[in-house]
């Protein structure tokens, strides 16, 4: 849109190494850090697990259900959401139990509550990024 300004896309590996979230996102797959040692998920991504503070971490896909854990509705806007609010923001329990904070999208802000069962939908941030959000189901 003309007049609309254009927000910035994350880069990747400014602290850690992230390329395989970006790179699951831009192939439609929300790819999370799991633990090997624990059999657990963690975000946001760590060089170490937070489960055992060992390196032995890989990146894996998960379902994208999920369960809305707590949400609110922005009003005010800031850098980045001009032109965005009211926006629906929430953070989601996967059913891989790890926890995501994200926008939800293409909602009825009725049916957007605690508990309500959510999917992976996506956010474009610019012409070549994606990034996760969420939709009631």
Known sequence: MSGEKRRVAPQPNVYVPTQPFWDGAREGKLVLQYCKDTNRFQHYPRPVSIYTGS????????????????????RISGPGLEGRVPLEVATVELDEQVRLIANIADSDPARIRIGARVKLAWDRIDDTTNYPAFAVI
């Open 55 to 74: 390196r032995n971490l890989e990146w894996r896909a998960v379902s994208g259900l999920g369960v809305i854990y707590a949400c609110t509705t922005l």
